[in-house]
């Protein structure tokens, strides 16, 4: 993936407002990383899951024996009614869920094999229900990869600690957080890798009810 000079950072937050069922909230800022087998995956049939649509790509990829092209990849199928969450990873770190309840934060299913490298990849997928403001956080290796002045790395702990300390908060809160604390840690230096980071998180009752009657 190309790598992007600082202070830019690509970053993608989204909220669903799911008693409402209105699709999306989205914040953008930053570049986004295009693949050009992109046209020819969209071209697929529609899959059943994140893990049928993980397998599909990874058959083209295969197919068109791209044979240095391996792709670490996250998909998750949303259910805006109901706040059902299906994910499958293929060698991408798992998101993490931020429980609204103060409960531990924890990845959420496994990292899984890498797509473009094997015929069969054949990712785990798991499900969850997201509760009232509750955030899955997902997010690429630049992230935790990322390097202090003395080269000490953000890492995983910090990243929990980061997301923990911004509790309660809304999907574009945590990613502002993350993006924050990793602008501070770094200070001027370059990042280690490219910093994706994408927040999906269902509003509580009160913060839709404010949304409703123009309230904050």
Same mark, same amino acid.
């Given at each position: 993936?190309?790598?992007?000079?600082?202070p830019?950072?690509?970053v993608l937050?989204?909220?669903l407002e799911?008693?409402?069922?209105?699709?999306?909230? *989205?914040?953008?800022? =930053?570049?986004k990383? #295009?693949?050009?087998? #992109?046209a020819?995956?969209?071209g697929?049939?529609?899959?059943?899951?994140?893990?049928? %649509?993980i397998?599909? #790509?990874?058959? +083209?990829?295969?197919g068109?024996q791209?044979?240095?092209l391996? $792709? #670490?990849?996250?998909?998750a199928?949303? %259910?805006?009614a109901?706040g059902?969450v299906r994910?499958?990873?293929?060698?991408?770190?798992p998101?993490?869920?931020?429980?609204a309840?103060?409960?531990? *934060?924890?990845?959420?299913g496994?990292a =899984?094999?890498? *797509?473009?490298?094997?015929?069969?990849v054949e990712?785990p997928?798991?499900e969850?229900?997201?509760a009232?403001?509750? +955030?899955? +956080?997902?997010?690429?290796?630049?992230?935790t990869?990322a390097?202090?002045?003395?080269g000490?790395?953000?890492?995983d702990d910090?990243l929990?600690a980061t997301?923990?300390?911004?509790r309660p =908060?809304?999907?574009?809160?945590?990613?502002?957080?993350i993006r924050?604390?990793?602008?501070a840690?770094?200070?001027?230096?370059?990042?280690?890798?490219?910093?994706t $980071?994408? %927040?999906?998180?269902?509003?509580a009752?009160a913060q839709?009810?404010?949304?409703?009657t123009?309230?904050?």
């Amino acid at each position: 993936m190309p790598a992007f000079p600082p202070p830019v950072v690509p970053v993608l937050a989204l909220e669903l407002e799911l008693e409402l069922f209105v699709p999306l909230e *989205i914040e953008t800022s =930053g570049p986004k990383a #295009t693949w050009k087998g #992109t046209a020819e995956v969209t071209g697929l049939p529609a899959s059943r899951g994140p893990a049928e %649509a993980i397998d599909r #790509t990874n058959r +083209v990829l295969v197919g068109e024996q791209r044979g240095t092209l391996f $792709i #670490t990849m996250l998909c998750a199928v949303l %259910a805006p009614a109901t706040g059902h969450v299906r994910v499958a990873s293929a060698g991408h770190e798992p998101p993490l869920l931020v429980p609204a309840d103060s409960g531990a *934060i924890r990845p959420v299913g496994q990292a =899984g094999v890498i *797509i473009g490298a094997f015929e069969a990849v054949e990712p785990p997928e798991v499900e969850l229900a997201l509760a009232p403001g509750d +955030v899955l +956080v997902g997010y690429t290796d630049g992230v935790t990869d990322a390097r202090s002045r003395s080269g000490e790395r953000f890492g995983d702990d910090r990243l929990v600690a980061t997301l923990d300390a911004a509790r309660p =908060g809304s999907a574009p809160t945590l990613v502002a957080a993350i993006r924050d604390a990793l602008a501070a840690f770094q200070g001027a230096e370059e990042p280690a890798d490219d910093v994706t $980071i994408v %927040a999906v998180g269902r509003r509580a009752p009160a913060q839709s009810r404010g949304r409703r009657t123009g309230r904050a």
